[in-house]
């Protein structure tokens, strides 16, 4: 999951890691997660990037499921963190973990064209095209079937926000 609208970026690294979900942005959130406990869609476990904006994403997400214990705040999904040590980390999860990934753009659809490409050739598409782009509170779910040699999977379904709230 992307996280929610935190107005326009700021120039200043620092300041941005520290930018917050608007108003909008939360009710957004609040109203994908009901979405979403409403669709019967289940998760045992939480990583967010530390960058608070998406850190409050999942903070609103974890509430609605009861599950505040189960957020990691994960280095590797910051802006700039390493998808491979963060696949790494899913890797070590027990098989039947179902988890919420809350990031960025565009390192989140980097890692769903990644993880959904159909072979090596794929993965080293040309960096400037994305096949895939999320939206702000846009959704994505992926099962993974492989974890050896590299992450792979199959995506079952990406939503945006718009279609998250009308449910």
């Known amino acids: 999951m992307r996280h929610g609208y935190a107005g326009n970026p700021l120039s200043d690294p620092i300041k941005d890691a520290k930018r917050q979900l608007t108003v909008s942005g939360k009710k957004e959130v609040v109203e994908i997660a009901k979405s979403l406990k409403k669709l019967g869609v289940k998760f045992n476990v939480i990583f967010s990037s530390p960058l608070e904006r998406a850190f409050q994403t999942a903070k609103i997400i974890a509430e609605e499921y ?98 998250l709230k009308k449910i």
């Open 66 to 163: 009861e599950l505040t214990e189960q957020i990691e705040q994960s280095e590797e999904l910051k802006p700039n963190g390493s998808k491979y040590f963060l696949y790494n980390k899913l890797s070590k999860l027990n098989i039947d973990s179902v988890i919420l990934i809350v990031g960025h753009e565009p390192y989140l659809s980097s890692m769903i064209n990644d993880i959904i490409s159909n072979n090596d050739t794929d993965r080293n598409y040309n960096k400037n095209t994305k096949n895939i782009i999320l939206k702000k509170a846009g959704l994505s779910r992926i099962k993974i079937t492989s974890t050896v040699p590299k992450l792979k999977g199959e995506l079952r379904w990406l939503l945006t926000p718009r279609i």
